[in-house]
């Protein structure tokens, strides 16, 4: 392409603007044909760590009863620590 010289730039793309379209539409043509084949092709990675949201509120809800347990244990073998004291002290356990 002559590009050094506007005038002659000017009159090869006249000249080729008929071949340049036909390529630029066979381009598009083409795109959309992969566009629409990446469409249609489910991404392997997501299929694979797509889980679904039951497996996740199952390992929230296993999670929170195991900290509750933990707090009430916690609770109930530092009250018996008290009241122990408080027996060897004399103190009335109420």
Known sequence: M???????KQQWERE?????NAQRRQRRFEMRG???????????????????GWELALGL??????VLL???VIRQYLR???CQRDAVKGRSTK
């Open 61 to 66: 809800a296993i999670g929170l009863g195991i």
């Open 80 to 82: 018996h620590q008290s």
């Open 2 to 8: 002559p590009y050094k010289n506007p005038e002659n």
């Open 70 to 72: 933990a707090v009430f």
């Open 34 to 52: 992969e566009l629409a084949i990446l469409k249609r092709m489910p991404d392997p990675i997501s299929v694979q760590q797509s889980t679904g």
């Open 16 to 20: 080729h603007r008929d071949q340049r």
